[in-house]
């Protein structure tokens, strides 16, 4: 891919619209089938963290993608996506691990132009629009939709998925935003000094512990499914 899209957040100066397809927070625009999603680990409704709308050109393009996290409960095994083992660099991913993995998290991929407001959903974390802005600058170190990686750590790239489909980078949040909460929003239970879960003193959710998020998708044509990688 020669081209990238730079990830800008917006303040929002008026409410959130039915048409707005990327931003954080507010009510996630998911088809109206699609149940709202919970936490296999405590049962509890994950929250909606952000989704983005992949534009012509990227390889996801007319597709969206929509992140849920749970922010009810911790576990100190599950406070990032599940690695793979092994040598992480051009790995295949077993069949079936992007489903089964997303235990405390939930990544909805569907076709733009499906997607509704969820009028269902509260939101807990405070609505800002996210502006793409084109570049060809795809090797620069910003939160982008395609162009190059820019690993804080080794390259992590995995090849393919079930040994066949190809797997396509899809974008990056190295500088993640932070994620401000409505006003009647619960804190985010996380893990205390002493490893046990309590309520966060902060005003903000952190996804997966705020590190830098690296998201690889199946490649067009295939069932769209996605592999999240932490960095820190």
């Not at 922010?71 to 489903?99: K, N, R, W």
Request: hydrophobic share 40%; aromatic share 12%.
């Amino acid at each position: 891919m020669d081209a990238c899209w730079f990830i800008e957040s917006k303040p929002a100066v008026s409410g959130q619209n039915a048409d707005d397809t990327s931003f954080i927070g507010g009510r996630p625009r998911i088809p109206a089938g699609v149940d709202l999603p919970q936490c296999r680990l405590c049962g509890a409704d994950l929250t909606f963290f952000y989704q983005v709308a992949f534009p012509a050109g990227h390889v996801w393009q007319s597709l969206s993608m929509a992140v849920f996290a749970c922010t009810s409960c911790a576990h100190e095994q599950y406070l990032i996506p599940e690695m793979l083992t092994g040598v992480l660099a051009g790995a295949d991913i077993p069949q079936g691990f992007l489903t089964q993995y997303q235990r405390n998290f939930r990544i909805v991929v569907f076709e733009t132009r499906s997607g509704e407001q969820r009028m269902d959903y509260t939101p807990k974390i405070r609505f800002n629009r996210l502006e793409l802005v084109p570049s060809r600058k795809t090797a620069a170190k910003r939160n982008k939709l395609g162009g190059k990686p820019n690993w804080l750590l080794d390259d992590e790239s995995p090849a393919t998925y079930a040994s066949s489909v190809p797997m396509k980078f899809l974008m990056q949040w190295i500088e993640p935003p932070r994620f401000d909460l409505e006003d009647d929003a619960p804190a985010q239970i996380r893990l205390g000094l002493r490893g046990k879960p309590e309520p966060s003193r902060h005003r903000y959710y952190e996804l997966f512990l705020g590190n830098q998020l690296y998201f690889f998708g199946t490649e067009a044509g295939h069932e769209p499914l996605v592999y999240v990688i932490t960095q820190i």
